[in-house]
């Protein structure tokens, strides 16, 4: 089992400019979610998905899209990137009720 | 609203020593409650769970918690802390069956 894989796991961008990040989980895990994580912050959720075809919008969803068109898959979308999307990004994922799995992050530095 | 808070930012503690990391939530009706631990550059892992029974849960790494009622408290201990121990910790409570809100963490700090 791999757990949650995550790509890349650093990444410089110029403001502007699109990116995804990429996510997969191998535990067949119907929940799945995007997290970022500010320098001495908590986590603040992004976007969180309930199954494939399902997403809904967390609690910081401006400037970035998902999909989910695999139970496996949960791709994050930043669309004309700004300084303010500076952060580490964690996918997790997770059956109901249950404690959630993370990923090793996503580093992303916005220019 | 529901809510968890860790109200100290740091806890230092000597090796050997007892830890405590603090947990008040705010919840209508049963709480499920996590801790997580964060490593440098690394994403968080779990530790430990309450969902129902017990009120003392034990978890990984010898880490236990204890879940509160009627102070709405759910604190992290391990009864002697090792220098491996250093991380940010992080407590979770569950909502709607798959959200979380997460605290904002603690930094703990254990000196040889």
């Known amino acids: 089992n791999a757990g949650v894989t995550q790509t890349p796991k650093f990444r410089i961008l110029k403001i502007g400019q699109s990116m995804t990040l ?3 989980q191998d535990m067949n895990h119907n929940y799945m979610y995007w997290y970022r994580q500010d320098p001495g ?25 998902v999909s989910r068109s695999t139970t496996e898959d949960f791709p994050l979308r930043l669309e004309l990137a700004a300084p ?18 993370f990923g090793p992050g996503t580093r992303l530095t916005v220019l | ?25 705010s919840v209508s ?9 964060q490593y440098p550059n ?43 121990d250093s991380a940010l ?6 909502t709607g069956g798959f959200k979380t809100i997460f605290g904002a963490g603690t930094r703990l700090f254990v000196k040889a």
């Open chain 2, 89 to 94: 910790y992080f407590c979770a409570l569950g």
């Open chain 1, 84 to 101: 303010s999307q500076t952060s580490v990004y964690f996918c997790a994922s997770s059956s109901s009720y249950n404690e959630q799995f």
């Open chain 1, 22 to 24: 990429q996510c997969a």
């Open chain 2, 42 to 84: 690394r994403g968080l892992q779990f530790l430990l769970k309450y969902i129902t029974g017990d009120n003392l849960v034990k978890g990984s790494y010898g880490f236990e918690a204890e879940f509160n009622k009627s102070q709405t408290s759910f604190h992290l201990k391990k009864p002697s802390a090792l220098v491996s």
């Open chain 2, 1 to 25: 609203a529901q809510s968890v808070a860790q109200p100290e930012d740091q806890v230092n503690v000597a090796e050997g020593n007892p830890l405590t990391v603090k947990c008040t939530y």
């Open chain 1, 41 to 65: 912050m908590g986590l603040k959720l992004i976007y969180y998905s309930v199954g494939a075809g399902i997403t809904d919008k967390g609690e910081v969803p401006n400037g970035y899209n």
């Open chain 2, 29 to 37: 009706g049963n709480p499920y409650l996590f801790w997580y631990v």
